[in-house]
């Protein structure tokens, strides 16, 4: 499985979920790749949020080493499956993969959660810190579905 995080600066929220789904998938040795990208370019190349490299670091995942970089249409085709944080990821995504758009690709991460609640992840960037930990939390149980559901597929392939 390739899975691609995407929120809109690539720094506080799919920085998380790329390094919370990354590390539940190696401690079971899924071999799953993931990663994760921007729709906007303001933080290319920047490390995550300070906020929320201590929040994952906190719950024991590094996540130093990630470096900002902006969705790109041929993402829509590298990738088995493109979770977005919120419904203006969802449309800027659509919109950026122009004639390699996947409906059946892309969903919002709290579907695997809510499903078809289409509920989004608040953008904890304007907030306290509170609200990176209340995103790793629903990052964490979402990513925990996604694994239930995507892993058993994988063993029998
Ligand atoms: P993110 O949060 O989409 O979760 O990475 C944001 C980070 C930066 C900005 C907006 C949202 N910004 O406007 O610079």
């Given at each position: 499985?390739?899975?691609?995080m995407?929120?809109?600066?690539?720094?506080?929220?799919s920085?998380?979920?790329?390094?919370?789904l990354?590390?539940?998938?190696?401690l079971?040795?899924?071999?799953?790749?993931?990663?994760?990208?921007g729709?906007g370019?303001y933080h290319?190349?920047e490390?995550?949020h300070?906020?929320?490299?201590k929040?994952?670091?906190g719950?024991?995942?590094?996540?130093?080493?990630?470096c900002?970089?902006?969705?790109?249409?041929?993402?829509?085709?590298?990738?088995?499956?493109i979770?977005?944080?919120?419904?203006?990821?969802y449309?800027?995504?659509?919109?950026?993969?122009?004639?390699?758009?996947?409906?059946?690709k892309?969903?919002?991460?709290?579907?695997?959660?809510?499903?078809?609640e289409n509920?989004?992840?608040?953008d904890?960037?304007?907030?306290?810190?509170?609200g990176y930990?209340?995103?790793f939390?629903?990052?964490?149980?979402?990513?925990?579905?996604?694994?239930?559901?995507y892993?058993?597929?994988?063993?029998i392939?």
């Amino acid at each position: 499985m390739k899975i691609l995080m995407v929120c809109l600066g690539n720094i506080c929220r799919s920085p998380l979920a790329e390094g919370i789904l990354q590390h539940k998938a190696d401690l079971l040795n899924l071999g799953w790749k993931v990663d994760s990208a921007g729709t906007g370019a303001y933080h290319i190349g920047e490390p995550p949020h300070h906020l929320s490299q201590k929040v994952a670091k906190g719950n024991g995942i590094n996540i130093s080493h990630q470096c900002a970089r902006q969705f790109a249409k041929e993402d829509m085709e590298h990738f088995d499956r493109i979770y977005v944080m919120d419904a203006s990821n969802y449309q800027d995504v659509k919109r950026m993969s122009k004639d390699l758009w996947r409906e059946d690709k892309t969903d919002l991460l709290l579907n695997e959660l809510y499903p078809g609640e289409n509920r989004g992840i608040p953008d904890p960037w304007y907030g306290t810190e509170e609200g990176y930990h209340q995103v790793f939390d629903m990052v964490s149980k979402a990513c925990d579905n996604i694994i239930k559901k995507y892993s058993v597929t994988t063993t029998i392939i």
